[in-house]
């Protein structure tokens, strides 16, 4: 895996596509085939898709905090009474149903974490479906997405609990970012600058679930990450660059992440948690021995 | 950590170190028993107690217990799935100490056979877990290669005989703890292997004067 953007920039400049790139160095290290290691990644795709599709609408998680809402969001904008529709409003509902579908135990792929397991998915599958991209194309970029993940573990972390929510559905969107630009047909510059607009926009964001749940606001902050991801990636593809180095991002996210106070990583004490309705719901669950 | 860590793994949600993880530990578990699971007392401590319901920790502890992988769409009804199979269970709190991390537990089992095994163990996060002890007894393994724990009299000479047999078997050790309880009392020993350590290596240690268990963790579910 890369170390830094510096280093995945170089290998771009190879004849070989960069997912292509990442791929290869992957096999010589993990010792798989590259015709293996594609599908399994093919594999993983389809997994998201099935996720997507198999969404019940009617379903509520075990403590009942969340549940349907990709299902209302879905028959709001079909009703034509909408400002953010097209791409984007099927960028919403996707990231709802695959994070909500997750708090209800279904089977999910972490991308890189299950808390923020909407993004990536949101953001390709609407993708390959309005963009006309082909299975092959998606999963050659979910390459891209896992390099970026990469550089982001390597320097940072993909954890809530030491780098607060930053580090999860910002490293997701940061993913989703650079991998939308490559598919779109951008630079490996623009993969780069897309990746760092994505995390600064999400820089200092808090791990703070009620109840300690991967529930309340960790689905709809799926919502932030994907619509994120799309606006840091259009961006780029613009010829807007980040004024701060996409490594020199992730370092700060870092920095933020142990700044943090421990009741703002997945603690459950700070933030949302610890409002007066936080703490009620908390409470309430216990009662019923949640 | 590789592109799949990144992009995966594939799980049922909600929680890679509250949902996988306890399942891992159930799967660990079960492999170390090295047998079908009769009955197992699960006892759940820190945040493992408090958000487990939600999570479906105790779902995912059963689940494992039975086998069932990460990302088996089975485990939300794998309560359903113990009663079929004549698994009993029963879950309460404990409190095991502020040293021990916050996603810890501890299992009784009984095996069908009778043969019985306590573990703590921890979800260290990420799907990632830790066997803290074995029969009571501390211990210090992830379960992701094969390994042997010995249970032995704190006396000399065990260990040569363990490596020995390793060696003769052509196993390769990755790494090797030794703990006891006391001098001369119950030591034991926990050997992570390259290879799978053949049965009859096994059987062999467990005739010998001074070894009182042995346990091993293989890579794959045996039944």
Redesign the interface.
């Known amino acids: 895996m890369f170390h830094s953007f510096d280093e995945m920039l170089a290998a771009a400049k190879s004849d070989k596509p960069l997912w292509e790139v990442i791929r290869d160095e992957d096999c010589r290290e993990e010792a798989i085939s590259p015709e293996e290691s594609f599908r399994k990644m093919k594999a993983t795709y389809r997994v998201m898709r099935e996720t997507d599709k198999a969404y019940d609408p009617a379903a509520k998680s075990a403590s009942g905090l969340v549940g349907t809402d990709a299902g209302k969001l879905e028959k709001y904008l079909e009703s034509g009474q909408r400002l953010a529709g097209g791409f984007m409003g099927l960028v919403m509902v996707r990231a709802l149903r695959t994070a909500e579908s997750n708090a209800c135990m279904k089977r999910i792929v972490a991308a890189p974490t299950a808390g923020s397991c909407g993004v990536i998915p949101a953001v390709f599958l609407t993708a390959e479906e309005e963009l006309h991209k082909t299975e092959d194309e998606m999963t050659g970029a979910l390459y891209v997405a896992a390099a970026i993940g990469g550089i982001i573990a390597c320097r940072a972390s993909l954890a809530g609990a030491s780098g607060g929510c930053q580090a999860e559905i910002g490293s997701a969107s940061a993913m989703a970012a650079g991998a939308l630009t490559y598919l779109e047909g951008g630079t490996a510059e623009m993969v780069r600058d897309a990746t760092a607009m994505a995390l600064s926009g999400l820089l200092g964001l808090v791990c703070d679930p009620v109840a300690g749940l991967v529930e309340v606001p960790c689905v709809k902050r799926n919502v932030i990450g994907a619509v994120n991801a799309v606006t840091s990636s259009e961006m780029a593809l613009a010829g807007i660059q980040s004024r701060i180095p996409a490594d020199e991002v992730i370092d700060a996210m870092k920095s933020v992440g142990s700044m943090m106070h421990g009741d703002l990583r997945e603690s459950g004490i700070g933030g949302l948690a610890g409002t007066p309705t936080g703490k009620e719901i908390r409470e309430k669950l216990a009662g019923d021995g949640n | ?16 170190s509250h ?2 993880g306890a399942v891992r530990i159930g799967n660990v578990c079960r492999r170390l028993l090295g047998e079908t699971v009769a009955r197992a007392d699960i006892y759940l401590h820190g ?1 493992f107690l ?2 487990g ?4 920790t105790d ?1 995912a502890l059963v689940a494992g217990l039975l086998g069932f992988a990460v ?1 088996d ?1 089975r ?2 009804d794998s309560f359903a799935w113990a009663a079929k199979s004549g698994m009993e269970f029963s879950f309460a709190g404990i409190d095991l100490g502020s040293d021990a991390h916050p996603n810890s537990v501890k299992l009784c089992l009984a095996g069908k056979s009778g043969r019985k095994l306590d573990v703590t163990a921890s979800s260290i ?3 990632q877990i830790c066997i803290n002890s074995i029969d009571g007894i501390t211990t210090n393994f992830s379960g992701d290669c094969p390994t042997l724990i010995v249970h032995n009299l704190d006396q000399p000479g065990h260990v040569a005989e363990v490596t020995s047999m390793l060696e003769h078997k052509m196993v390769n050790i990755a790494s090797m703890q030794l703990y006891r309880n006391g001098r001369g009392r119950d030591a034991v020993m926990v050997l992570e292997c390259d290879q799978e350590v053949p049965r009859d290596g096994i059987r062999w240690l467990e005739h010998l004067e001074g070894v009182e268990k042995v346990t091993y963790l293989g890579m794959t579910d045996e039944e």
Do not use: C, Q, W, Y
Request: aromatic residues 4%; hydrophobic residues 35%.
């Open positions: 950590m590789n592109l799949f860590d990144m992009i995966g793994p594939v799980m049922v949600g909600p929680s890679s949902t996988a945040s408090a958000t319901k939600g999570h479906g779902r990302d769409e485990i939300p996060g990420g799907g």
